[in-house]
């Protein structure tokens, strides 16, 4: 079975909350460098830094992750 439309899905998402969570998952899962990550999502390391830094203050703030 061929499954490299589901693959795609994560791989490549579209929606851009979809494609926030896949960049912040990036990095905090895979340890993955911010510059890679936004080489691989195609936005800036600046938007990337922003989205994680967001994420480190939701998560000390007790909030819920914006893609929640």
Not at 29 to 55: C, M
Request: one cysteine or more; charged letters at 30%; proline letters at 7%.
């Amino acid at each position: 079975m061929d499954r490299s439309d589901q693959k795609d899905f994560f791989l490549c998402p579209d929606h851009p909350v979809q494609r926030r969570y896949e960049a912040i998952r990036a990095i905090v899962i895979e340890e993955r460098p911010l510059k890679d990550v936004a080489e691989e999502f195609g936005v800036s390391y600046g938007t990337v830094r922003n989205w994680h830094s967001q994420f480190l203050q939701d998560r000390r703030n007790a909030n819920s992750p914006p893609f929640s």
